[in-house]
């Protein structure tokens, strides 16, 4: 069994296992002996290298015997291994080649903290988002039968992602196209788990080894003759699995259910892998592990373990720590709290991110209007939706990334309907070192084209709240969008007032560039601003635009400088000057936002920096521009 450590070791462990197994084909060759010995030490390793970067943990700890299970009975990268919220894939990248890059894991110019196809041949399949990996997987099974190949496709996906519609969708067609595939469900103790003991895994070896396929197989070519004969054999073996494992609803669905088995008994799983590697049509291996498994305070709190900063030298001096605002998403929470207490009407739903968008005062002091629909963000949408029909006043916290995926359910369920839904788009712009998949780069340019969709971006904490609150008392579909972090530490109004809608405010005026800022970008054009004496407006709206202010700035500059940290293409500055086109205002214009490209992960400030959004960038972008036009 694994062993447990208590401490993170501020050492590199010794791993001699290891050093011969840091790619599947070196794991390979070790005896399956050594195996529980090489799981130790990937532990070890995997203990070590995130307590020197930061980064996600639990769920890493959590598969380490599956890993080493996976690439020892696979032939990867030949074999298909998808990962899903890949998270859950550092010990993966440890034993795939990367074990000396990982301490570069989530920097500039490092190894990112998800699978990705440019990285390794080993990372089949992108993934940021969960519940992908079984659509990705059977495409990849239907590829291969499409090209006579004998690789395999295997998707492994935990009990948090199997929430998601889009798991069960792919499930219900593999079952269609009778897919050659495995999907392990990697149940680590936070969901649908059931009692594991020597009775599960005895039956997973028998239910999964060839001689009971064979003679499966050979009794239905027998019994199909007789008249009604195999449809009832099937179903008593049906319900005799039934009653003993929970895998009935996989059974259904046409899939071959095997399990729960302990997915910390490397034996036992390397037995049940080999068994079912060969087995036809769709196979479904049901494992139960334990997030954190092997470091005593993460099996304790899985949620606080979920992820970790990196550890400071032990000897390193304490600098005074400079006194910043709350986190955006603490602001939130707050406002919400306090609005629940004004309004009875008032109901907050999430998809699965309580701790992420602070929702944890909320559901402790109104459970009774707190909804966590899991990672269902279509259905979360839709639900509130029905709220809002029946008059309920429905705010929907969720991630800017992770609204894309209810994209159409916003625009279908609730703009059309006109419904009263505010949406609080937490994590707006670049979010640092998950990089591209979970930036919210795009959420000003995919709101701001839906009719009556009332968009707002805070420029600060105090703005934050207001914008909640005008939202709210919106007659229609609403979204604040805020970043992660903290704010310059404004101070933060009580009361639960509203703001005018549609209408800026001009923070300093100057002459010549006047700079248009939608978001938090605000401090930093305001020091822009002293060194050029430029005017700087607050937007606040990127719909309704204050286009009676846009015109009397155009009026008086002659230069308009759009800020936002969003998307250029089709965004707040794109909205500008599409109303300026509109008016035949001829005005120079410069856009500043995010490129054309993905931006990679790295600390916050370097991807700013990257885009020309700190202060340093936005100067050189204008001082050019001035430059050029010879003003």
């Not at 993170?8 to 529980?36: H, S």
């Not at 919210?440 to 968009?455: F, H, K």
């Not at 007659?475 to 933060?492: E, F």
Request: a negative charge.
């Amino acid at each position: 069994m694994p062993t447990t450590f208590q401490e993170i070791p501020r050492e590199r462990p010794a791993t001699p296992l290891l050093d011969r197994a840091d790619t599947p084909a070196g794991l390979r060759r070790l005896a399956e002996a050594d195996l529980e010995n090489l799981a130790d030490e990937l532990r070890q390793e995997l203990l070590y290298t995130v307590g020197q970067t930061g980064g996600h943990f639990g769920a890493g700890l959590g598969v380490i015997e599956l890993t080493v299970a996976l690439h020892y009975v696979f032939d990867t990268p030949d074999d298909r291994l998808v990962w899903d919220v890949g998270h859950q894939a550092y010990p993966h990248k440890i034993l795939t080649g990367r074990r000396q890059r990982m301490l570069s894991l989530r920097q500039k110019d490092g190894i990112a903290a998800f699978p990705r196809r440019a990285e390794s041949e080993y990372d089949t399949f992108g993934v940021g988002h969960s519940s992908t990996s079984i659509s990705a997987a059977l495409g990849m099974a239907i590829a291969a039968r499409l090209q006579n190949s004998a690789r395999k496709s295997i998707a492994v996906i935990g009990d948090g992602a199997l929430t998601a519609g889009m798991a069960f969708e792919a499930l219900n067609h593999a079952q269609e196209v009778n897919a050659d595939m495995l999907v392990i469900l990697n149940d680590n103790d936070m969901s649908i788990s059931r009692n594991v003991g020597g009775l599960s895994n005895y039956l997973a070896k028998i239910l999964s080894s060839r001689t009971y396929a064979s003679m499966r197989e050979g009794s239905k070519k027998v019994l199909s003759r007789l008249p009604g004969a195999w449809e009832i054999a099937r179903r008593t073996e049906e319900y005799a699995k039934g009653m003993l494992v929970p895998g009935t609803l996989f059974e259904e669905l046409g899939w071959n259910y095997i399990g729960p088995i302990d997915g910390h008994d490397l034996p036992t799983l390397i037995a049940t892998l080999r068994n079912m590697r060969d087995l036809k049509g769709p196979q479904f291996l049901h494992v139960v592990t334990k997030k954190g498994k092997g470091f005593a305070p993460a099996e304790v709190d899985p949620i606080v373990y979920h992820a970790i900063t990196k550890l400071e030298p032990a000897d390193k001096p304490v600098v005074p720590q400079q006194a910043s605002g709350p986190k955006y998403s603490a602001v939130f929470g707050q406002w919400l709290c306090d609005m629940a207490a004004a309004d009875q009407r008032l109901v907050g739903i999430t998809p699965a991110m309580k701790e992420g968008s602070d929702l944890v005062a909320f559901s402790e002091r109104y459970p009774e209007r707190y909804f966590d629909v899991a990672i269902a963000e279509q259905h979360a949408v839709t639900l509130a939706a029905g709220m809002a029909c029946e008059g309920a006043k429905p705010v929907v916290a969720i991630y800017s990334t992770f609204l894309q995926r209810g994209y159409d359910q916003l625009i279908h369920d609730v703009a059309v309907q006109n419904l009263d839904v505010l949406f609080a788009i937490d994590r707006a712009g670049l979010v640092g070192e998950d990089g591209p998949t979970h930036a919210g780069a795009y959420d000003l340019s995919y709101l701001r084209c839906i009719p009556g969709m009332l968009v707002m971006a805070p420029s600060d904490e105090n703005e934050l709240r207001k914008m909640l609150s005008t939202g709210y008392r919106y007659n229609g579909p609403a979204a604040v969008r805020y970043p992660r972090g903290t704010g310059p530490n404004t101070p933060i109004s009580a009361d639960l007032e509203p703001i005018e809608i549609g209408k800026g405010v001009v923070r300093r005026q100057g002459k010549t560039v006047a700079m248009l800022v939608f978001g938090v970008q605000l401090s930093e054009a305001l020091q822009v601003a002293e060194k050029l004496d430029a005017s700087v407006v607050d937007m606040r709206f990127v719909k309704p635009l204050d286009e009676a202010l846009v015109l009397e700035l155009a009026a008086n500059h002659e230069l308009l400088v759009t800020i936002e940290e969003n998307a250029i293409m089709g965004g707040a500055g794109a909205a500008v000057g599409e109303f300026l086109s509109r008016e035949a205002v001829l005005k120079q214009l410069l856009h500043l936002g995010l490129p054309d490209t993905y931006v990679e992960h790295a600390k916050p400030a370097q991807m700013l920096a990257e885009c020309g959004l700190d202060a340093a960038g936005i100067e050189a972008s204008v001082r050019a521009r001035m430059v050029k036009l010879g003003l």
